[in-house]
């Protein structure tokens, strides 16, 4: 074969590689991004439903029987439970993957509670938790991860088999003895396994990314409620919590529906498992004659919830109305602490790959001018 048509052929084949990576690598990347998209796609046909004086079943079942690809399978299973006489919640449980677990959470509440119009609102709050900065952030930990750190790694490896030796032969011979790139070149293996731990842990970051709901369904499966501990662990998403719990709770007690019972579904709806085993606390406290404020405590540790919560009994205003300024604090402060905790670990990132550089340069430049300093006194 010619070897210009063989070269041709070669490129060819390395260029359809990198294209079918580059998309394997859009579609997972994008995976949570449409997710939500077809959660707010829900979302608004419920809401068009609701403003057409149509309930929940007759929206889903008559777009259900359109046949129309473009709302997915799953929304067409769902419609198909609906169809058969299931309720909301059953439906939503038979296909779970329709939408994330704390927007069915919510909207189960709602249903139950009366105000699907109120908990939509809360729904699409949750769903615009990553704003565009933190966002931006994240694809650049991910660009990081996925580009930079590999091939500083392979640079490391391939500078400490094939050119180190090289430079400390030459530097034996000329009768130097570069003291940090022999202290470099005994520990290389421990610095690649350590770059190595760091890149394993960066991409373990990445599934939990990319995986949502659905691997965190699969921890659970091994570890039930890991994830949920896990998730419990980080401030912003404890603040996110903390602020669903409370949209729910005011929404189904302004809906008048008893004090526990709220307390039972603005647990579920978060679909963690931490914030559901205080919520049965807090109906526990309930059921020994503790007031709503007193049994809040375990949700709340500060006690902002508390006295916002007793500031709103007694006043004619209700729940939800009283606790929305407190609800957009705790978004505004989970936010703050998201993007502080994506720009701190891109930059401490940075600065440890740049430190591995700045110790090997400095080694190899150490070496150079003592070879130069050898070669003038020789």
């Known amino acids: 074969m010619n070897p210009l048509v063989l070269n041709l052929l070669v490129w060819l084949l390395e260029l359809m590689a990198l294209a079918v990576l580059a998309y394997l690598a859009y579609f997972f990347l994008s995976l949570p991004l449409r997710r939500r998209e077809r959660a707010r796609l829900f979302l608004d046909l419920i809401e068009l439903g609701l403003r057409d004086g149509r309930s929940v079943e007759q929206t889903v079942c008559a777009l259900g029987a359109t046949g ?52 939509l609102a809360v729904c699409r709050r949750r769903l615009q938790d990553h704003v565009d900065a933190v966002a931006a952030a994240h694809h650049y930990f991910m660009l ?14 391939a500078l400490f088999v094939i050119v180190m030796p090289k430079f400390l032969a030459i530097a034996a011979d000329m009768g130097t003895t570069p003291a940090l790139l022999i202290a470099l ?19 373990g970051v990445i599934l939990a990314y990319v995986g949502g709901p659905r691997l965190a369904g699969w921890i659970s499966r091994i570890w039930p409620g890991l994830p949920d501990r896990v998730a419990w662990l980080f401030p912003w998403k404890r603040l996110r919590l903390q602020r669903d719990f ?49 049994a809040l405590r375990r949700l709340d540790a500060s006690g902002q919830f508390r006295w916002r919560l007793e500031n709103a009994m007694q006043g004619p205003a209700r729940f939800r109305a009283a606790l929305d300024g407190w609800h957009e604090v705790l978004s505004a402060r989970a936010w703050q602490l998201e993007q502080t905790a994506a720009q701190l670990a891109t930059t401490g990132l940075v600065l440890v790959n740049g430190l591995f550089v ?5 080694g190899v430049f150490g070496m150079l001018l003592s070879m130069i300093e050898g070669g003038f006194l020789w």
Not at 144 to 157: D, R
Not at 358 to 362: E, F, K, P, S
């Open 358 to 362: 700045g110790v090997l340069a400095l």
């Open 68 to 119: 129309d690809r473009a709302l997915g399978s799953r929304f067409h299973r769902f419609a198909t439970h609906l169809a058969s006489g299931l309720t909301l919640a059953q439906a939503l449980e038979r296909v779970p993957g329709l939408l994330p677990p704390p927007v069915a959470g919510m909207l189960r509440a709602g249903h139950e509670g009366g105000d699907l119009p109120g908990v």
């Open 185 to 203: 070149t005994s520990h290389s293996k421990i610095l690649v396994v350590a770059q190595t731990a760091l890149l394993l842990g960066l991409y």
């Open 144 to 157: 990081f991860a996925l580009v930079v750190s590999p091939a500083w790694i392979a640079t490391f490896a």
């Open 246 to 294: 409370s949209s729910v709770l005011a929404m189904l007690l302004d809906a008048g529906l008893p004090e526990a019972r709220a307390l039972d579904l603005a647990g579920e709806s978060t679909a963690n498992a931490v914030m559901r085993g205080r919520a049965v606390g807090a109906v526990t406290d309930l059921e020994r004659g503790a007031g709503l404020p007193s």
